[in-house]
């Protein structure tokens, strides 16, 4: 049985999806993606986008449970993911929510122990107890694979499967690589599907090591990317 709690997350995000869904669909079809800050306001919308961009991503199918509140799971997951890195002032948003890119900087990714300590029940309901120990371990993994050096960080980048292949995943890079290159700023990112490989890799990164996400998890490639004067080729 359900509690009240969850009972009324799905009647909250049940609504937004429906008031919003109109408005997605219209301006992800602009002829040129529209690419903004994301603001506190978006979080119900790009929580919906990622946790359906993510659903059948390696990582995600490894960590979060699979009984019947896996896409109640799903949307918890995401939405804190937001509220972690809006903070930071670096999270982007395509065509008013169908899609969305999440950055930090080298120095502001990695929790306190105690904000770690804080999310164990929420990662327990988020993975089930049989599987809290693999989003564990793998958060400890990339950690441990983490670049020391100062860079930007892309931590989830997103569309909406609706919206896949019309420019939007490029449009997001490019918010944020712009300014990695006027900076003169490195970038990092874990690629947890071997296809997105070598879009990343069509961008400036590169790969520069493999890893699993903890023990038996699926692997990532660690890409990094130097800062460029060239411009960003189009695709995704």
């Known amino acids: 049985m359900k509690s009240i709690y969850s009972l009324f997350f799905d009647y909250y995000y049940t609504s937004i999806q429906n008031m919003n869904l ?23 919308t790009l929580t919906l986008t990622l946790a359906a961009a ?3 991503d390696p990582v995600t199918r490894f960590c979060v449970r699979t009984d019947a509140r896996r896409h109640w799971a799903m949307r918890v997951g995401f939405k804190r993911a937001l509220d972690l890195y809006q903070p930071y002032g670096l999270t982007f948003i395509a065509n008013d929510g169908a899609g969305a890119a999440l950055w930090a900087r080298h120095d502001q990714w990695q929790l306190t122990f ?40 892309l931590y989830l980048l997103g569309v909406h499967p609706d919206h896949q ?7 997001l890079l490019r918010a944020m690589l712009e300014r990695c290159d006027r900076e003169q700023m490195p970038a990092y990112l874990e690629a947890s599907s071997p296809h997105n490989i070598p879009f990343y890799q069509q961008q400036g990164f590169r790969v520069i090591k493999k890893f699993r996400f903890g023990p038996s998890g699926p692997l990532l490639a660690a890409m990094w990317r130097e800062p460029q004067l060239s411009s960003l080729r189009a695709g995704f």
């Open 165 to 171: 292949s019309h420019g939007l995943g490029t449009a």
């Open 54 to 56: 993510f659903d059948n």
């Open 22 to 44: 109109g408005q997605m669909q219209c301006s992800a079809y602009r002829s040129k993606p529209a690419i903004r800050a994301a603001q506190r306001c978006d979080d119900p």
């Open 114 to 153: 105690w904000q770690e300590c804080s999310l164990i029940p929420l990662y327990m309901r988020v993975c089930g107890i049989s599987r809290f120990m693999r989003l564990s371990r793998g958060f400890d993994a990339m950690k441990l694979n983490h670049p020391v050096e100062r860079h930007y960080y």
